[in-house]
């Protein structure tokens, strides 16, 4: 997060600094220059911060709602919850990690393999595997791999060619990918359809798929 710098009066009320921002921008947060005090995050370290607040607070009430069932499990006034309660706090923890339904499958098509509950509306990606997951500010992340798994070094998906792109507010970008692999720019696509054809024309392009 980079950080503008501003002065405080003594009332308390804060100066324009030079750089003209008098409120946090999308990746600029300011910072009192007399005391190093960060007054603000920036509009994006604002959104992680309340992300990792709001996945703290439920947390904490799901293992209240676990240690009360597991008391109660204990007291011998509810036969068995003990375990639905684990298998509870087990869904909850996938689902926040973006890994719920079936946790691999194939299309009965292509052989194409599809991991992650929202992988499905990345199938028509001409790509063999395709991995997603949903944070839980909304971010799609989705992983691609233009080998086909059973062509793995060592079963290893960092052993081909794989790209990894962040779907969110409308825009999708790489976030990483192989180095063997032309530049991905970032591009404008309001749905997962329109993911798809951009990252199928990307592949046309460049003749990988």
């Known amino acids: 997060m980079q950080l503008t710098g501003t002065k405080r009066l003594r009332d308390g009320q804060q100066m324009l600094p030079a750089g003209g921002y008098s409120e946090p921008t999308e990746n600029q947060g300011i910072m ?3 005391t190093g005090e960060i007054i603000a995050l920036s509009k994006k370290d604002q959104r992680i911060a ?3 607040k709001n996945r703290k607070e439920v947390m904490a009430k799901l293992q209240a709602k ?3 069932e597991n008391a109660e499990a204990a007291a011998g006034r509810k036969d068995g919850s003990l375990s639905k309660a684990k298998q509870f706090q087990k869904d909850i923890e996938d689902r926040m990690r973006g890994q719920t339904g079936s946790p691999q499958r194939k299309t009965a098509a292509s052989g194409q393999q599809l991991v992650g509950s929202d992988a499905e509306k990345y ?3 001409n ?3 395709i991995k997603t997951n949903k944070e839980m500010g909304g971010t799609h992340n989705l992983t691609i791999s233009l080998d086909s798994p059973d ?3 060592s079963g290893s998906i960092n052993n081909s060619r794989l790209m990894s792109f962040s779907f969110d507010r409308g825009k999708i970008e790489v976030t990483t ?3 063997d692999l032309p530049t991905f720019r970032k591009v404008k696509a309001a749905t997962p359809e329109e993911a798809v054809q951009k990252i199928n024309a990307y592949l046309k392009k460049n003749n990988l798929a």
Do not use: F, L
Request: glycine share 4%; net charge neutral.
């Open 151 to 153: 062509t793995w070094k």
């Open 127 to 129: 790509a063999p595997y």
């Open 66 to 68: 676990v240690d009360k």
């Open 50 to 52: 309340d992300a990792k």
């Open 177 to 179: 990918k192989s180095t």
């Open 123 to 125: 199938a028509g990606i």
């Open 32 to 34: 009192d220059m007399e």
